[in-house]
């Protein structure tokens, strides 16, 4: 910072310079002089203004100088010269002594610099000093006369500040001492000043006028002076000078930002404000501290060189450098105290405002919440038609007023919040009490109408029970007048007892019955309803009825009683309870409606046995008995599981629903939700709605019509088979699910309605029961048919565990399948899929009429296949990164096969995991092995059903074709070397023309073969080639030796002979010569010898 505030008076002026409005009195020295502490001010128009203001003019100085000073960091090299320094000495009245050592070349100094030195130099000392004037200690005492005269009117022309006193050490030579003396006596006119010029023949001269104490060792005094350490110590003083005002400009900079900020209208844009506003103060304070931590050293190092001093007493420059660091430093601590006061009030205000905000905020939510309660309460009028009616409004209205309860408590809480924030003196009371106030009424208002409901339901409860206590009253009566034996009654004691117990019952009517029915309409007026009316009318008129039939039977009962007669003999007949005709089961309908009635008996002995034909069952087979009761209690035990882990299901579903996705939508729930949930719930959740409904209203009842007939359960399974078809879009969405729930199961909102619903397990164990759930049924299953093997529905219980089954495989494939990429069609093209796995897989292929053997490697191909019921896939698997389902392997697409054109053969030679599938009559040769053999057996026996259905399909479409087409294989005797060549190329078309209608074998061969058909042959060998190289950067040519067989390359110029050995026939040949054999498909013959024409 610089140390003062103007460069002086001109060159020329001479007078006396340092008045009240000289801006230097801000330097350090003379400058803080005038820094002179103050106490605080009040914060001003913009509450930091009194950083500088109320540190008086040396504050204003500071912040408003106009004219930039100089510091000794800017003429440095100037002052290094040391043509000229202020060392510290005083005069005998204090004048500031400066000092111009014998410096040769200082004619050849440019004015500038000459100016810039001499300014500087007097604007160090304070004001009161600088007032008094300066001595100018010139030595000259090595120079010419000549010399000493231009520098004396060169100073004096320049001198920026007041001059008291020039001492000049003349030159010590006698001629150049005779000379000055003789000069200066008659050109004492040239050195007219307003200040006497001495010349000084010796230094002890000059100390008649300075003291030894205030001069340098180099004029013969004592005062410790180096230049470069004051250099050092003026550029420290004034760097923090400056580090003072920047940080004090940087303040009030910071404090009119302050004051000019507007108070933001929502939370987001106060808390930012907030933060912001408390970053810059954090910077400030920092500032700050720095700024003291430089002054403090400042004035460490200066208390050090002063305690270093040989002298007891120290010169006064400086004295006046501490007292300036020192000035400086109070200032830093009261401008910090004005602006830790300040920001007090500041923080304050807009902590006030957040506050504000979050209750405005609170306020709109809530009486929004609020409002559309109040509304939908209005729009509860039923009062109920029954009693289990009005008991589920209840529970209704109780379940409403505990969501609700949430908005209330919350509302009341944020009214206590204003009712705080009022007692706080926030600045915006006004504001804050109408809401209170309005939180209130609305809390209270809402709590009134949910009271008024509650007791209008109340009402109605009461009403319903009395109506039904008189319904149930009415009924009793009725079942004692039908249960009084007509026959006692006709004796004296008969009657009376029978009456005893009439006016028994009546006298319980005064509890029971309505007594007055305009007295009920009165006390309910305020819930009855039209429809209401009518019901409390027909209920008092059975009333009055049975009372009716009651007096009549009373009157008769008392006729009797009277009589004394014989006893007459009963002709009533006793009155019978009707017997209830069994429920007939669910399974009953699913038999034919022709059967005869005993095949109906024999479906309805399931559902109730009558107790003769379980004592002759119990008779008739005596331990088998005891072992069919063991195996009933068995499934009853497996049913009591299903039914009871359904419930729980249906429950688990509904919780989540309810608990979870219902709470979603809830407007009270919404600022727990993070952005990545929201529009999201479908994807978390999938279709576990449609599941809960099914399962709820559809299967869970179904599965409780089969309590008595578990046995049976198989039928409810097959019903609604294809309903369960919909796990299959909740495991499709699964991986969708866990890649969402992995993303946000931070998230509060899990968390709390985990906390309400007090779950032990997270929301993703519930995701995951819809899954357990489809697996769960096939061991139940299973269970079941274990103890029904001779019941029954046993079938059905195998028929519906091998469709859940099925539902599960296809689940399990359709995971696999929505995973393959790259494939250009529509998969649905190519029908259902029947099967999908990983295989090693090698290629030999025959291109035109030339065997083309690829380029082939020790190492297969790793395919997964896709068996379509059209096509066959060949996929490359590719595991993913991460965890559950993200982990999931995708499936790169490579290539596919039309069934229409494959064929098979079952087994290769060498390996029993292995088998071929070709292509177009061998021209592609694709050896598959499987993990274990029976995979293999497996997807052979796919394959061959895939094949199979295509020959079906294509004989009924050649039906028209006739069956001579076909030709049989000739086969020759042992002892025959001619057969038949004709029917050879008839063979070759046969395998090859795979529409043929009447060989299955065409398409798939068994045993292994020679090699690929060649042309005019029908037979052909297993392929051992090796892997060609993939197109997907596999094994390839420059990685792998090449093992080529020079004999296979060899004959795959031209037509070979068949290998000796056994081979299978394809087709039935009829005997055609005296030389032919007779031959069917299937059989197994042996190849002797294969002639050069081509003959077997």
């Not at 409005?21 to 203004?49: I, K, N, V």
């Not at 910071?254 to 987001?268: K, R, Y």
């Not at 209690?633 to 039914?643: A, C, K, P, T, Y």
């Not at 000739?970 to 063979?987: D, E, F, V, W, Y």
């Amino acid at each position: 910072m610089p140390l003062r505030g103007g460069a002086g008076p001109s060159p020329a002026s001479h007078g006396p310079t340092h008045g009240p409005s000289d801006p230097r009195t801000c330097l350090p020295g003379r400058g803080a002089g005038g820094m002179r502490p103050h106490g605080r001010g009040a914060l001003g128009c913009c509450g930091l203004c009194s950083f500088c203001t109320c540190h008086g003019a040396a504050g204003d100085e500071i912040m408003h100088q106009d004219i930039v000073p100089l510091c000794a960091a800017d003429i440095q090299d100037q002052l290094k010269k040391r043509f000229a320094y202020l060392s510290g000495g005083r005069g005998q009245d204090g004048s500031p002594v400066i000092t111009f050592p014998d410096y040769p070349a200082f004619s050849e100094i440019p004015d500038k610099e000459f100016q810039n030195v001499m300014t500087y130099l007097t604007s160090i000392p304070s004001l009161q000093d600088a007032g008094i004037g300066f001595i100018l200690v010139i030595d000259r005492r090595r120079d010419k006369w000549t010399s000493v005269k231009a520098s004396v009117l060169r100073i004096a022309a320049s001198f920026p500040a007041n001059l008291q006193l020039v001492l000049v050490l003349r030159p010590t030579g006698f001629f150049q001492r005779t000379l000055s003396d003789i000069a200066f006596k008659f050109n004492r006119d040239d050195f007219k000043m307003k200040v006497p010029v001495i010349m000084l023949s010796s230094v002890p001269d000059l100390h008649g006028y300075i003291d030894k104490s205030q001069l340098t060792e180099d004029l013969g005094g004592t005062l410790d002076y180096c230049h470069s350490r004051w250099l050092c110590q003026r550029t420290a003083i004034e760097s923090f000078a400056l580090m003072v005002k920047q940080t004090a400009q940087m303040l009030q900079s910071f404090g009119t930002e302050l004051a000019e900020t507007e108070l933001p209208n929502d939370v987001q844009s106060t808390s930012s404000v907030l933060c912001a506003h408390t970053e810059k103060k954090d910077k400030a304070k920092e500032d700050l501290r720095l700024a003291l931590k430089e002054g403090h050293s400042v004035l460490e190092s200066l208390r050090e060189l002063q305690a270093e001093g040989s002298e007891p007493s120290v010169n006064q420059d400086q004295l006046d450098n501490q007292a300036t660091v020192q000035r400086l430093l109070a200032q830093l601590n009261e401008t910090e105290a004005a602006f830790d006061e300040f920001w007090a009030k500041h923080q304050q205000k807009l902590e006030q405002c957040l506050q504000l905000r979050h209750f405005e905020q609170g306020f709109r939510e809530v009486k929004a919440i609020l409002d559309a309660a109040s509304q939908k309460i209005a729009t509860f009028t039923d009062i109920g038609n029954s009693l289990a009616h009005v008991e589920h409004l209840l529970r209704d209205l109780a379940s409403f007023e505990e969501k609700s309860g949430v908005a209330v408590e919350r509302a009341r809480a944020l009214s206590l919040d204003g009712e705080q924030l009022i007692g706080n003196k926030h600045y915006a009371v006004d504001s804050i009490r109408p809401k209170c106030q309005e939180l209130r009424h609305l809390c209270d208002q809402f709590s009134a109408e949910i009271a008024r409901r509650r007791g209008l339901l109340s009402k109605s409860l009461e009403l319903h029970r009395r109506l039904e206590t008189s319904m149930k009253w009415c009924d009793e009566g009725i079942y004692l007048l039908a249960s009084q034996p007509v026959d006692k009654c006709q004796s004296q004691d008969g009657a009376e007892a029978a009456l005893q117990e009439i006016e028994k019952f009546l006298e319980t009517g005064a509890e029971n019955k309505i007594q007055e029915l305009n007295a009920i309409y009165k006390e309910y007026e305020s819930i009855l309803n039209q429809d209401l009316m009518e019901h409390v009318r027909k209920v008092f008129q059975k009333q009055a009825s049975m009372e009716e039939v009651f007096h009549r039977r009373q009157a008769s009962l008392k006729k009797l009683a009277a009589r004394q007669t014989r006893p007459v003999q009963p002709v009533a007949p006793r009155p019978e309870a009707l017997a209830k005709s069994p429920c007939p089961s669910p399974g009953i309908r699913r038999g034919s409606e022709n059967s005869s009635s005993e095949g109906g008996a024999l479906r309805r002995g399931p559902y109730r046995r009558a107790k003769s034909e379980m004592s002759e069952s119990r008779q008739g087979r005596g331990s088998a008995g005891e072992e069919e009761e063991s195996l009933a209690i068995l499934r009853r035990h497996v049913m009591s599981e299903l039914l009871d882990t359904e419930r729980a299901y249906v429950e688990e579903l509904l919780c989540v629903l309810e608990g979870y996705a219902a709470e979603m939508d809830n407007p009270l729930m919404a600022h727990l939700l993070s952005t990545g949930l929201h529009n999201k719930k479908d994807v978390l959740f999938g279709n576990m709605e449609e599941i809960y409904h099914f399962h709820n209203r559809i299967f869970l009842r179904e599965l409780e019509n089969y309590t008595d007939c578990p046995e049976l359960v198989g039928r409810c399974f097959l019903e609604r088979m294809e309903d369960f078809q919909i796990y299959e879009k909740y495991c499709q969405n699964k991986p969708r699910s866990e890649s969402l729930w992995r993303q946000c199961s931070d998230c509060p909102f899990f968390q709390e309605c985990q906390r309400k619903l007090d779950h032990k397990l997270s929301l993703d164990s519930y995701l995951l029961k819809p899954v357990q759930r489809i697996t769960k049924y096939q061991l139940l299953l299973k269970e079941m048919l274990k103890y029904s093997r001779n019941c029954e529905g046993a079938e059905d219980l195998q028929e519906a565990l091998s469709s859940i089954l099925g539902i599960l495989k296809a689940v399990n494939d359709s995971m696999h399948l929505i995973a393959i990429t790259g494939y250009d069609g529509n998969l649905g093209d190519l029908g259902k899929l029947l099967m999908q796995g990983s295989f090693s897989v090698w290629t030999d292929h025959k291109r035109g009429h030339t065997k083309v053997k690829e380029l082939a490697r020790f190492k297969p191909m790793q395919r997964h296949l896709f068996l379509h019921e059209k096509a066959v896939l060949f996929c490359k698997k590719r595991e993913e990164n991460g965890e559950g389902y993200e982990k999931a392997p995708s499936y790169s697409y490579k290539q596919s096969l039309n069934m229409a054109a494959v064929g098979i053969t079952e087994n290769v030679k060498g390996d029993a995991k292995k088998f071929e599938i070709w292509y177009n009559a061998r021209e592609e040769v694709y050896i598959v092995q499987a993990p274990t053999p029976e995979i293999k057996a497996a997807w052979v026996n796919e394959i061959r059903k895939v094949l199979t259905s295509q020959l079906q399909a294509c004989r009924e479409a050649s039906q028209h074709r006739a069956l001579e087409q076909s030709q049989s294989l000739p086969l020759p005797a042992p002892t025959s070397t001619s057969p038949s060549r004709g029917n050879s190329r008839n063979i070759k078309k046969l395998e090859e023309r795979k529409t043929d209608p009447l060989s299955l074998e065409g398409y798939v061969s068994s045993g292994p073969l020679t090699k690929p058909p060649e042309k005019g042959k029908g037979w052909s060998k297993t392929s051992h080639s090796l892997e060609a190289p993939e197109d997907d950067g596999g094994w390839s040519s420059a990685e792998e030796q090449i093992n080529s067989s020079d004999a296979e390359e060899d004959g795959g110029l031209g037509p070979k002979k068949l290998v000796p050995g056994k081979y299978t026939v394809v087709a039935d040949h009829e005997k055609g010569g005296p030389d032919a054999l007779l031959v069917r498909s299937g059989d197994v013959v042996e190849l002797v010898q294969e002639g050069d024409e081509g003959l077997w």
